[in-house]
Nanobody
């Protein structure tokens, strides 16, 4: 049984910062890829950022230069530091981990950026 739980969402003003964290729990070892996705009203879920076990990162063009993804392999956590937030960043943010070729998703955390 693998559980994925996000935390850190909330309300922030435009230009502000917010940090999200995700923890995978259960008897699990050597998680492969980890990533953050988001879904805004009226839009499909999209990749925000991902990081491989080896530390290679990938970012959506819309967040590159503003967001930073990082992971702690020993703690099975992945974080997303979000700076210079914009109203268009408002969405439910989901954490995904890949373990034994299977995708596990968190239930999401709401991020709201006010103008």
């Amino acid at each position: 049984q693998v559980q994925v739980v996000e935390s850190g969402g909330g309300l922030v003003q435009s230009g502000g910062s917010l940090s999200l964290s995700c923890t995978a729990s259960g008897t699990i070892f050597n998680i492969a890829d980890m990533g953050w996705y988001r879904q805004a009203p009226g839009k499909q879920r999209e990749l925000v950022a991902s990081v491989t076990r080896g530390g290679n990162t990938n970012y959506a063009d819309s967040v590159k230069g503003r967001f930073t993804i990082s992971r702690d392999n020993a703690k099975n956590t992945v974080s997303l530091q979000m700076n210079s937030l914009k109203p268009e960043d408002t969405a439910v943010y989901y954490c995904k981990i890949v373990y034994h070729t299977y995708d596990y998703w968190g239930r999401g955390t709401q991020v709201t950026v006010s103008s």
